[in-house]
């Protein structure tokens, strides 16, 4: 049966309609994948190019540790935080979290002051020099005049000056756990603490002798000074008859004693003072210190003071926000 013109040309019409709809279709559905795809793979780039890298929450100062070992054997790093920024925008030094267990350790120090929001890299961070040994004991000064504005965290240098103006250096680059007016508390090794004690002894024996402590500028940056004080031969006796202390100082001690130049200064220029005092070594050990000691001791105990007084500020500050 033959169709009707009409009819056939309605059917030809619509299929054209359809054909054409699923072309518009198409072509729509492809558009919208290639920009689904176009988002996908923008977003993956992006994500490819961030890093998380270590940033301050807080200010830093030279010689502070980077983190500090849990009693589980794990590191804290309170002045830390990780965020996430382009590879662009990351110096190519900066500590990430695929290389920060290899660069920080508990020995890690901060070598320059630091701002807060500063991207942590290598190049600020340094090893510290003091390890922890066997025979390390924290120990407890109040004989060592301080300087007037010594704060925890602090290195030091403990120096003997003799009256004839000689100055050696007793003990080396130690960091200051805690400080007040008068008294210091720093680690030591078991070498160490025989001898400061020496040098104690001598100081109080040699009138107008004085034993005190410098701190570094940069302890981040500047290397321990050489220890150029020799201890009596009493003291290196008791050393080596001593089980407690380790061979290695006692290797590290022998060395020192077989240094020709520092033991001839020691019998020259120290032994030499100890005798001149005479009968008055005995009494210049209870003998108090100078006007000048006394001057120094007041003027920390003003710094302390003022320390507590912006602690107390600041607290009050921080309650009433």
Same mark, same amino acid.
């Given at each position: 049966?033959?169709? &009707? ?26 558009? #919208? %994948? @290639? ?22 929450? $807080?200010?830093? $100062? ?12 794990? %590191?804290?790093?309170?002045? #830390? ?18 290389? !920060? ?38 120990? $407890? ?8 504005? #010594?704060? /925890? ?12 103006? /000689? ?17 210091? @508390? ?10 400061? +004690?020496? =040098? ?28 150029? !004080? ?5 003291? +290196?006796?008791?050393? &080596? ?10 290797? $590290? %001690?022998?060395?020192?004693? &077989?240094? =020709? ?19 008055? =070594? ?40």
């Amino acid at each position: 049966m033959a169709s &009707n013109p009409m009819q056939r040309k309605a059917r030809n019409s619509f299929l054209l309609g359809v054909f054409i709809t699923m072309i518009i279709a198409a072509i729509v559905i492809a558009f #919208l %994948l @290639w920009m689904m795809y176009k988002q996908k793979t923008e977003k993956e780039e992006i994500e490819n190019d961030k890093v998380t890298v270590y940033v301050l929450i $807080e200010d830093v $100062e030279s010689g502070t540790n980077v983190a500090t070992k849990t009693e589980k054997g794990g %590191l804290i790093t309170k002045e #830390l935080a990780t965020v996430e920024v382009t590879k662009k925008a990351t110096p190519e030094t900066a500590i990430t979290s695929s290389n !920060y267990s290899k660069v920080i350790t508990e020995n890690s120090l901060f070598k320059i002051d630091l701002k807060s929001g500063t991207i942590l890299s290598t190049d600020m961070i340094v090893e510290s020099d003091e390890k922890t040994r066997d025979d390390t004991r924290e120990q $407890e000064f109040n004989m060592i005049v301080l300087p007037s504005q #010594l704060k /925890e965290n602090d290195y030091i240098d403990i120096r003997l000056r003799l009256p004839s103006g /000689e100055d050696y250096i007793v003990v080396s680059k130690k960091k200051v756990l805690s400080a007040d007016a008068i008294t210091m @508390w720093i680690k030591l090794t078991e070498e160490e603490i025989l001898t400061l +004690s020496n =040098a104690i002894v001598e100081a109080y024996q040699i009138n107008g002798t004085l034993l005190y402590a410098t701190t570094y500028v940069e302890p981040g940056m500047q290397m321990a000074a050489s220890v150029t !004080y020799v201890p009596t031969r009493a003291v +290196s006796q008791l050393i &080596n008859s001593n089980p407690n202390v380790v061979q290695t100082a006692k290797d $590290e %001690l022998a060395k020192r004693y &077989n240094n =020709a130049t520092l033991l001839s200064g020691r019998n020259d220029i120290i032994n030499a003072a100890v005798i001149a005092t005479g009968e008055e =070594a005995q009494s210049n050990v209870s003998t108090g210190t100078s006007a000048a000691i006394e001057a120094q001791k007041e003027s920390r105990e003003e710094y302390m003071k003022e320390l507590q007084t912006k602690q107390s500020t600041t607290t009050t500050t921080t309650t009433t926000k």
